[in-house]
């Protein structure tokens, strides 16, 4: 899997937008790009995940630039409850030969949104 | 709904007990996945199934062992428990074919 590297903390004001950059410099063509985020004692939650297009659902967008070496997670509006270790993982799909081993979570992102 | 579960969500044990921790999911997905968390370290794997009778080691299996009789449960096992192995422990489920791994909520292990 391509090593990843994301800012060890962010901060952000409530109601604004929080943009968690990452970058994957060395991602292969085949390699998808993950978010997943730890809100503090629960278990790491899904975000969301692409390949080489913007995507967006109920929680968040994810933008992946053209020459894919790096990305950026949105979250819109931001929340108190938002505060997590976000964490951004580059993976091949298992549709494309990878293997269903575990995922490799780095340090990630602390972000922490501001009243 | 169906979810993913982790049982017990607290433990104490003695050094040299046998402890099973229990994780069940609905989702009758084929993956599943056993990581402990510590400071420090991040998330590393300890085992991982494909399915029913399939089991695999991880980064960090020794000391550990895991059986899958069904599609629902992979208990985890630390046979012999060490002060080295507290820690809180996630359990992951994936389908067949798919990235997209979930997490139940955890438990935490204190070995004493």
């Known amino acids: 899997d391509a090593k990843t590297t994301q800012p060890t903390s962010m901060d952000c004001a409530e109601g604004r937008a929080a943009n968690l950059p990452c970058n994957h410099s060395?991602?292969?063509?085949?390699?998808?790009v993950y978010w997943y985020r730890q809100i503090h004692s629960q278990g790491p939650q899904y975000i969301i995940h692409?390949?080489?297009n913007n995507e967006t659902n109920e929680m968040a967008s994810l933008i992946i630039t053209e020459d894919r070496k790096s990305s950026t997670l949105i979250l819109p509006h931001a929340t108190l409850r938002d505060t997590a270790v976000y964490y951004c993982?580059?993976?091949?799909?298992?549709?494309?030969?990878?293997?269903?081993?575990?995922?490799?979570f780095g340090k990630g992102t602390h972000l922490i949104i501001q009243p | 709904d169906a979810e993913i579960t982790q049982s017990p969500r607290h433990k104490i044990t003695e050094t040299g007990r046998q402890v099973t921790l229990a994780c069940h999911q609905t989702?009758?997905?084929?993956?599943m996945f056993w990581y402990r968390q510590d400071l420090g370290h991040g998330l590393r794997l300890i085992h991982y199934?494909?399915?029913?009778?399939?089991?695999n080691k991880g980064e960090v299996s020794d000391g550990y062992s895991v059986s899958r009789s069904n599609t629902e449960d992979l208990p985890l096992t630390l046979e012999s428990a060490a002060s080295s192995q507290t820690s809180v422990y996630f359990c992951?489920?994936?389908?067949?074919?798919?990235?997209?791994?979930?997490f139940g909520p955890g438990t935490r292990l204190l070995v004493l």
């Open positions: 993982i580059v993976r091949e799909n298992l549709s494309t030969g990878g293997g269903a081993d575990g995922l490799t």
């Open positions: 992951a489920s994936s389908e067949a074919g798919q990235e997209t791994q979930y």
């Open positions: 989702w009758n997905h084929n993956n």
């Open positions: 199934s494909y399915g029913v009778q399939d089991t």
């Open positions: 692409g390949l080489k």
């Open positions: 060395t991602i292969s063509g085949n390699e998808y």
